[in-house]
């Protein structure tokens, strides 16, 4: 994974370390690394942060041998994306829902997302997890426009030994939602997760629809599920998601097939708000709680 990213910074630090590191030739060896991150998918202002970032902690460096350079470039690098990806005020969903249980109280997650991205698959990990950490769950199918959605949420459910609550297709997601926490609630359940109609930033009916249910359920955690191949695209997505509701967090799908790493490191940066778990494979437990320096590492080394 990230081997795209990786290997072209890689070029570049080769190429931009082959001289004495003054002013002028640091701000040139940024400049060709600014161009790769955007190359591969981060953002503009977030490649710019980064390169600030390191700029400032090798400004002023002197060449000595070839190979201390680039691992000082490298280690700056290293440092600027540990920086961006390390969030203000971490989440970690499985504390979360023990504090809420402990007050009583069920922990609501809400599931949104365009079409595509692996959401139903990734609400079905996540209740995986719980449930293997002691926690009772129940599953609210709120998407109710796609066609084999909810029959692909009742194998998931079947499968992990959870309960759906579900109506007819054409119902109104936010009376499921609303349905599901009653029942969390009257039966003591701890988890209620909330899955949602995929649905295209751009389309204003599916985003009121999607605050009707915000209103209604009144997610503890509102969570954005984004494919990680998707790029800028996912940025996007994130950004009008985050604007609609405020997400809570993020959760990227298919990590393990991306070649840039560029998704998480935007979508931490622009929406301020942490890439929870990532995706990495098809199992229930492919689904990893992220860690940005896991996630930095495979950015600047192989291993």
């Not at 359940?189 to 009144?218: F, H, P």
Request: aromatic share 6%; hydrophobic share 40%; with cysteine.
């Amino acid at each position: 994974m990230f081997e795209k990213l990786r290997g072209a910074l890689d070029t570049a630090i080769t190429k931009t370390t082959t001289r004495e590191l003054n002013e002028k030739n640091l701000a040139d060896a940024v400049w060709e690394i600014q161009m790769v991150l955007i190359q591969n998918d981060v953002a503009v202002e977030v490649a710019e942060h980064i390169c600030d970032l390191t700029k400032k902690k090798i400004l002023g460096t002197r060449a000595g041998r070839l190979e201390n350079i680039s691992k000082l470039f490298k280690s700056a690098i290293h440092e600027s994306i540990l920086e961006v990806l390390t969030p203000e005020h971490p989440l970690d969903p499985l504390e979360f829902v023990r504090q809420k249980k402990e007050r009583g109280d069920p922990t609501i997650i809400l599931f949104v997302g365009v079409n595509g991205t692996g959401k139903t698959t990734t609400l079905a990990k996540l209740g995986s997890i719980f449930k293997k950490s002691g926690f009772s769950v129940v599953i609210a199918a709120g998407d109710t426009y796609r066609a084999g959605s909810i029959e692909q949420l009742e194998k998931h459910a079947e499968r992990l030994g959870i309960r759906v609550i579900k109506q007819d297709y054409g119902s109104d997601a936010a009376a499921i939602a609303y349905d599901a926490v009653a029942h969390a609630r009257a039966r003591h359940i701890d988890v209620v997760l909330i899955d949602t109609a995929g649905r295209m930033q751009s389309n204003k009916n599916l985003l009121e629809e999607m605050k009707k249910i915000v209103r209604v359920a009144e997610p503890d955690l509102k969570i954005f599920v984004g494919d990680a191949l998707a790029g800028n695209d996912a940025l996007s997505q994130a950004k009008e998601f985050h604007n609609a509701i405020g997400i809570d967090g993020a959760i990227l799908t298919k990590v393990d097939a991306d070649p840039s790493g560029g998704a998480a490191l935007s979508i931490a940066f622009v929406t301020g708000r942490p890439v929870v778990y990532v995706g990495i494979g098809q199992k229930y437990e492919d689904l990893k709680q992220f860690d940005p320096d896991w996630f930095a590492e495979r950015i600047i080394t192989e291993n």
